[in-house]
């Protein structure tokens, strides 16, 4: 496995240890207890999940923008979903816009892109041989692959893959007989989501576990990169969210199974007196939203954790107020879990918490304020490079703070009341947690595809995704405050049957339409580079964006265990950007402050006395602890 | 439209091309020389993406500015009820403050971009922290959002406190796809109780007549009408899934939950007429939609709102006709020492009818609708 240059490390005496190394294809490839396949098979299982997830939105654009459009060509993948007048059929539309939320949330955003980067980055960026259990690791992977099998075998269903929002409020999701999409569609649905979060959670374990006990000599809280705290922070928020999702979908499954009442009362459907009394519908929000909020923290911290290390390095200066953005991680992370009823103003729930629950969401923007300004201040006299990496960062922070500012708007109880459940709320999620995630994600496979694959992306391809991606994606939702603003509510298949809704706006629907597909198109732009520099990208130096972070240390094509022989010591934090007196711009976290007296600021020269202690730690070394 | 829109295709597709060209040409142009330099980043791609964000931002700017001005004519007319009034006016205060900190801090974030790009020679500045910075940027916005949320709080509360004395009492009931209004009658002006189980084809909320204060409640699945001024208590329901109560221009949304009765008053203080005039639109009518996901209906739940001055719409509650007066078969139910109190809604000869016209009336409402959903 030794094929190319050794480690940096100061320690490089190269012992290649007898570990059972995975040689076989299916233990190398597939069932892969490598935490860097596993990332990499969650990556490609993610851009699988969202070219389904974009051509959904794509699909239901086309009716929401051109409504006398023939969609018959569609027909060939569609099939009975287009009538006979060659329009999309109102439930399937329905049932593409849950699929869409529920594939961009979940699969893309939550495992696409925490399952790569946490997976890929924490045993790397946190100097560990690997997971602290790369069985459970690899069964992750599994239980999420089983989960996409259900939730892709519904799509091809007769009755249609789940339909009633992303969120399957009951009693429209409990009752096969309010919507067709709550036929086996719903019991996909829900089965797919119990799969998910138990790899979500065996995921999350993983994560908290390698980052508390596997961190390297050295490499204590205090000099942890900001990525490895989001993605702590996130497996916390997952660990103890999720179970509660699975709570409430277990109890819709008695529900529609059993016979139970946990969500159904009083309910008169399809000329029939259901039995059931007693059932609150609300409870299933507040256990829904209890995970539902939470997530959109799960979906965002890694993405700004991503963001906070592409900045850094590439503005060529530290991460601005550091402690102050662990902080902030910290105080979101917490904030995050008493919030959860801002999605629940209106529907009749007690007054009295709705102030409550107002008076917390807008506490928790200023955490969020607090890390854009970081960001903008890392900036600020920076020598920036733009890679594509930074590209999408930087488009990242823009959408951060333009989605977010609405959050202060539909946060405020009185004013969500107008605007609850409509475009303008459309609007402000996709930006400030589709685009911005989809934004991180972007960032992270630019910046770190040289360690994943030894090469690099073509870059003139990548510029160009980039600004295509970013005009185009202010191009769909900046118009959708305009339409919420005037009402228009949302899930709606079409705008006619009403008079505050007809006749407007249908030219401004067409080009968020239009826009959509060309931001579409240009996501071809970047499969292509990624599959072309997959196998004739230029080769990648070690360090090719000179970072300070451990992974950059390994060989370039790390083997199973990352570094050849012993794992580099940490003496200093991660972000050692332009120091001055150094001679480069950057100084690795493994260079000792010895080794620096050039560039040592007077606390650190007292420093130098620790490294003899650091090296004198524990190895933690996975590979050489008896089995 | 379709021209418009073919236009705009036209141009964006034009600049996609542009860009992709631009792009070509630099590659080949400058290929050459800055494989050697891309490593340091001062070639002429960065220059051209720090220059791109300063084109954004201008032509952005315009754009978001044109568009808004655009679509301002669009928006909802000035609300026509009070709390409406006030709670626009707090959103326009809201969205000023928020669209001037998002200007801000995104022309800053640009402008950064575009001013520190990488120079030949130069080092960033060495720059972790600066705790006094810090401090007043979490401080100001936390004093910004806690007068924000206070003024919302306090117009939340009045919004949600108990509708006031003498509240006109009208029940609306959501169902797979249409809304129910019931009216508690001239005579006595209260709703009657209900029981989910009552529900049949004909009594399609349920209205539950061994209550005498039902006698007199009549229902409409086409119309509300209102009264102008007076405080309306909206008494909320749903019959099987989840479905909200809408009335955009009255700045009202509710959720109707199955099982749990929910309210929302407000008071209208422009009669149809009047905005019909306001608005020079002589086909002007209120409305009320659906807002929460209920099925295949779900965006055609429509139902006509009408304001109208107390007297006519006295008038018009004068003229409907209690339901049990269309339906006297319901007589049935009617316990017999109430009988008499009821005998003025049912017509003189009406004896109580036998159980089986009941019974088929509820075989009516089974087979309804089932192939709706
Ligand atoms: C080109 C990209 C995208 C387009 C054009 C798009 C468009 C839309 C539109 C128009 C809706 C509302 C449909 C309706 O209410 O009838 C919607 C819903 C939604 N989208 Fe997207 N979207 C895109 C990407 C994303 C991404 C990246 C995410 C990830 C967070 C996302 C998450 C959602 C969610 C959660 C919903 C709500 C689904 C529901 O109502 O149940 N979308 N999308
Ligand atoms: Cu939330
Ligand atoms: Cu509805």
Redesign the interface.
């Known amino acids: 496995m030794a094929t190319v240059e050794t480690n940096l490390a100061p320690h490089a005496h190269v012992e290649e240890h007898e570990h059972h190394e995975p040689d076989s294809f299916w233990r190398k490839y597939i069932f892969s207890e490598d935490h860097k396949t596993i990332a990499k098979q969650y990556l490609i299982s993610g851009i699988f999940w969202s070219i389904i997830g974009i051509s959904m939105s794509v699909i239901f654009r086309l009716q929401l923008g051109f409504p006398d459009m023939e969609l018959g060509f569609l027909k060939p993948i569609l099939r009975g979903w287009i009538n006979e007048s060659n329009k999309l059929d ?2 399937f539309y ?1 049932a593409l816009v849950t699929m869409h939320g529920t594939i961009m949330v979940f699969f893309v955003l939550t495992a696409g892109l925490s399952g790569t980067f946490s997976n890929f980055l924490i045993p790397l960026q946190v100097g560990a041989r690997d997971m602290a259990s790369g069985f459970l690791n690899m069964l992750s992977y599994w239980f999420f692959f089983v989960a996409s099998v259900l939730m892709f075998a519904s799509l091809f269903l007769e009755t249609g893959p789940a339909g ?2 992303w969120v399957i ?4 999701s409990a ?1 096969p ?4 999409s709550s036929e086996l569609g719903m019991t996909l649905w829900l089965a797919s989501m119990a799969l998910f979060i138990v790899s979500q959670l065996l995921g999350g374990i993983n994560y908290i576990t390698t980052v508390i006990n596997l961190r390297t000599r050295g490499m204590s809280f205090s000099k942890l990169p900001l990525t490895i705290w989001a993605f702590f922070l996130t497996a916390v928020l997952g660990l103890i969210s999720f179970p509660v999702l699975l709570s409430a979908a277990l109890l819709l499954i008695f529900d529609r199974s059993f016979g139970t009442s946990f969500y ?10 259901l039995p059931n ?6 409870l299933f929000q507040h256990l829904f939203w209890f995970l539902g909020h939470p997530e959109v923290y799960i979906v965002m911290l890694p993405a700004l954790g991503i963001t906070s290390e592409i900045i850094a390095t590439n ?10 953005m662990i902080a902030s991680m910290m105080g979101i992370a917490f904030l995050a879990f008493i919030v959860w009823a801002h999605h629940m103003f ?3 729930m007690n ?1 009295f918490l ?2 409550i629950f ?2 917390l969401t ?2 928790i ?2 955490p969020s ?2 890390k ?6 890392t ?9 594509p990496g930074m ?1 999408f960062s ?1 488009g990242l ?2 959408f951060f ?2 989605g977010g ?2 959050g ?2 539909l946060g ?4 969500d ?2 605007l ?3 475009y303008f709320v459309v609007a402000h999620f996709h930006l400030v947690m589709g685009a911005s995630s989809a934004f991180g994600l972007l960032a992270g496979v630019y910046h770190w595809f040289p360690k994943m694959f030894g090469r690099l992306m073509n ?3 990548g ?2 995704h980039f ?2 991606t ?2 185009g994606i ?1 191009c769909v939702f ?2 959708m405050h ?1 339409i919420g ?3 228009f ?12 809704t007809k006749n ?5 629907n ?2 968020i339409s ?2 959509a597909i ?1 931001t579409f198109s ?1 996501q071809f732009l970047f499969l292509f580079n990624f599959v072309y520099s997959l196998f004739r990208g230029k080769r990648s130096p070690q360090n ?1 964006w ?1 970072s300070n972070t451990l992974e950059w240390t390994a060989p370039i094509n790390p083997g199973h265990g990352n570094w050849v022989g012993e794992i580099p010591a940490v003496y200093r934090w991660p ?1 050692d ?4 007196g150094a001679k480069d ?1 950057f100084i690795p976290q493994n260079v000792p402050y010895s080794q620096t007296p050039e560039s040592n600021l007077p606390h650190e020269n007292e420093l130098i006395g620790l490294e003899k202690e650091i090296e004198a730690q524990n190895l933690n070394d996975q590979f050489k602890q008896p089995h | 439209m379709i021209y418009i829109v073919g236009l705009l295709a036209v141009i964006f597709l034009a600049m996609a091309a542009v860009v992709v060209s631009r792009m070509a040409a630099v590659v080949r142009n400058v290929g050459g020389t800055e494989d050697g330099d891309d490593s340091s980043y001062t070639g002429i791609s960065n220059k051209i993406n720090g220059a791109m964000f300063m084109v954004f931002l201008i032509l952005g700017g315009i754009a978001a500015t044109w568009s808004f001005m655009h679509s301002t004519q669009y928006f909802l007319p000035e609300a026509s009820s009070p709390h409406g009034r006030r709670t626009d006016e707090l959103f326009w205060i809201s969205m000023a403050i928020v669209t001037f900190s998002a200007v801000l801090t995104n022309v800053i974030l640009f402008y950064f971009s575009y001013r520190y790009q990488a120079r030949k020679g130069y080092k960033a500045a060495y720059y972790p922290e600066n705790h006094k910075l810090e401090l007043i940027w979490t401080v100001v916005p936390a004093v910004v959002m806690a007068v924000m949320v206070f003024t919302g709080w306090r117009a939340w509360r009045d919004i949600m406190s108990e509708a006031p004395q003498g509240a006109q009492e009208i029940e609306i009931v959501g169902k797979q796809f249409n809304w129910i209004v019931r009216y508690p009658g001239v005579d006595d002006n209260k709703l009657g109780n209900y029981n989910y189980k009552l529900t049949d084809n004909n009594n399609e909320v349920g209205i539950d007549y061994s209550d005498e204060k039902a006698f007199d409640d009549f229902t409409s699945t086409t119309e509300m009408h209102i009264p102008v001024g007076k405080p309306i208590a909206l008494k909320i329901r749903a019959r099987d899934v989840l479905h909200s109560v809408f009335i955009p221009h009255m700045r009202v949304k509710m959720d109707a939950v199955p099982g749990m009765p929910t309210r929302f008053w407000f008071t209208a203080d422009k009669t149809t007429e009047q905005m019909k005039n306001e608005l020079n639109n002589q086909d002007f009518t209120y409305e009320i939609a659906c807002t929460e996901v209920c099925g295949r209906g779900h965006f055609s739940m429509r139902v006509r709102l009408i304001v109208e001055d107390e007297d006519s719409w006295k008038k018009w509650c004068a003229e409907q006709k209690p339901l049990l007066t269309s339906f006297p078969e319901y007589a049935s139910r009617i316990p017999a020492n109430l009988k008499a109190k009821a005998a003025k809604y049912l017509p003189a000869d009406a004896a109580a009818p036998s159980d089986s016209t009941t019974a088929s009336t509820q075989q009516g409402g089974a087979a309804a609708s089932v192939s709706l959903r």
């Open positions: 109102p439930n329905l009633g929002g409020y009951p009693p429209l009752l007989q309010a919507h067709i159904l009362s009083e309910i008169y459907i399809n000329g029939e007196a009394v007693g059932g609150s519908p609300i503005a060529r200066k530290p991460i601005f107020g550091y402690r102050a209106v529907t009749g007054p709705g102030s107002m008076f807008l506490i923007a200023v304020a607090v854009a300004f970081n960001y903008i201040t900036l600020w006299r920076g020598n920036i490079r733009f890679t590209l930087i922070v823009s703070i333009s500012v609405t202060l708007i405020n109880s009185a004013l009341i107008q609850h459940d409509t870059e003139k391809l510029y160009v600004w295509m970013f005009i202010y900046f118009p305009y603003i005037a009402g509510p949302r899930r709606y298949y079409a705008f006619t049957s009403y008079d505050f407007i706006f249908a030219d401004m067409s080009f239009i826009a060309i240009a090719p000179k972000y950007y332009s120091k001055p711009d």
